[in-house]
């Protein structure tokens, strides 16, 4: 099957759309969006698991360029990262975007820290191979890149993380260099009142959480 026979039809009555490219650097809005990667591997028909249940769609809108991501295992937050980052890839080569309706501004790079990996032969460790790629996203972000962030500071002990992602999360939140659209991910969920404590009025102001919650 060619691609465009695929969108035509698969997700009945949501599918693929064209996405909309704005003027606005930080604008990032998406309804209806699922991730096609997962989609296929989840569809059971045994299980009564179908194109429309299989997945819950999203509405994804940065009003604030930097979200803060929290909820328990299993609850979707990796997944919904990687269909926001595929999303915006599809959509700037060209393709027809999952999704109800997309409209966002020009990505120039899409910075992701996700997972843990090492490279012991050549003496780096899980943790320093997540830092080495946190302090590159940090030091090379612009106004246009979007930077995925997930699981920061998992590579190390619990204190020593947290205090690696919310030193992260506030720079990030309130850097005044540039303001790139930023998805950070995270288990510390005491993160976010820990952003609200802090004395930068800027975080307030440019920063927003979402809670994805699990329901039986």
Not at 121 to 135: D, I, K, R, Y
Not at 159 to 184: E, H, M, N, Q, W
Request: glycine fraction near 10%.
């Amino acid at each position: 099957q060619g691609f465009a026979t695929v969108c035509m039809s698969s997700r009945g009555s949501i599918g693929f759309s064209r996405a909309q490219l704005s003027s606005e650097a930080g604008k990032l809005e998406i309804s209806r969006g699922w991730y096609p990667l997962l989609h296929p591997s989840i569809y059971d028909a045994s299980k009564g698991i179908s194109h429309e249940n299989g997945i819950v769609d999203n509405d994804i809108s940065m009003e604030k360029p930097f979200m803060l991501l929290t909820g328990p295992n299993m609850s979707g937050k990796s997944s919904l990262l990687r269909q926001i980052a595929t999303t915006v890839i599809m959509s700037q080569i060209g393709c027809l975007v999952p999704a109800e309706k997309c409209e966002h501004g020009i990505v120039d790079s899409i910075m992701t820290r996700i997972g843990g990996d090492d490279n012991l032969a050549s003496g780096v460790s899980t943790f320093l191979n997540e830092m080495q790629g946190a302090s590159n996203i940090l030091s090379k972000m612009t106004e246009r890149s979007l930077i995925v962030l997930d699981g920061l500071g998992r590579g190390t002990s619990t204190l020593d993380g947290y205090a690696i992602a919310y030193a992260t999360a506030k720079y990030l939140a309130s850097s005044t260099r540039c303001r790139p659209r930023v998805l950070f991910a995270t288990h510390y969920h005491n993160l976010s009142d820990e952003l609200k404590k802090s004395s930068d009025s800027e975080v307030d102001a440019w920063c927003v959480e979402k809670h994805i919650g699990v329901k039986s």
